[in-house]
């Protein structure tokens, strides 16, 4: 599933404009045939990173295999946001990235969640390019 989500995932323009960094945790249930329901994010950066990632999440219905003998098993996937380095000389990312850091507004619980029986996947790592 690495694959599919470095295939899949669309960084947004919203996203390149800001240089936002940072990390996204969600917590999904499939079912048996694949299917995935109860899309939870448990922690984000910023709210930005968020929308192109649920929807790869979205296209990645019904390609969740689960262990045998469940009805459903919950998965947290993390995924992380960062981008290229510019070569040397290219000027305000160091202030975009300031900027975006001093604005940014993390979204997370402020309450225990419970976890249930989940699987803990490997994080993707997004990396995406600044226009020069």
């Known amino acids: 599933m690495t694959r599919f989500f470095k295939d899949s995932l669309i960084v947004s323009p919203q996203i390149i404009q800001k240089k936002a960094t940072g990390l996204v945790i969600f917590k999904f249930t499939a079912d048996v045939k694949g299917g995935i ?3 939870i994010i448990y922690y984000a950066d ?3 990173l968020v929308p192109p990632l649920i929807e790869a999440l979205k296209k990645s219905n ?3 295999i689960i262990p045998d003998k469940e009805k459903f098993n919950d998965f947290i996937l993390p995924f992380s946001y960062s981008f290229n380095p ?5 000027k305000g990312v160091q202030k975009a990235v300031y900027d975006f850091n001093q604005a ?11 976890l249930d029986l989940a699987t803990l996947l490997p994080a993707i790592m997004v990396t995406y390019d600044i226009p020069q």
């Not at 510019?86 to 290219?90: D, L, Q, T």
């Open 86 to 90: 510019p070569p040397p000389g290219v």
């Open 37 to 39: 329901s109860k899309i």
């Open 104 to 114: 940014k507004k993390p979204i997370f619980s402020t309450d225990q969640v419970p």
């Open 62 to 64: 019904h390609k969740w």
């Open 46 to 48: 910023d709210a930005v």
